[in-house]
């Protein structure tokens, strides 16, 4: 899975973040409401699997909406 993939790479090059856009949520119209659990959820697991990898992780979303969905998939207020 690619994003497993990225993941491991900034350990890779001596790097401890990445950033992931909400990809094929925009353009391609992919839904939030199912692409952000999905890439919470993979995240979530492979930092539980590997806590001292990364120090941040950060979706890159295109508003406000968007937002609110990863929020809401993360469980935060």
Known sequence: MAALRA???PGKHGLRSIAF???S???YRYPIGKAAPVAVDVVA??????PDE???VRFVL???GD????REALGAP
């Open 54 to 56: 990364l120090d941040l």
């Open 45 to 50: 697991d492979w930092l539980a699997g590997h």
């Open 62 to 64: 295109f508003g406000e």
């Open 7 to 9: 993941l491991k790479a």
């Open 67 to 70: 937002l609110a969905v990863y």
């Open 21 to 23: 856009p909400s990809i």
């Open 25 to 27: 949520t925009g353009a």
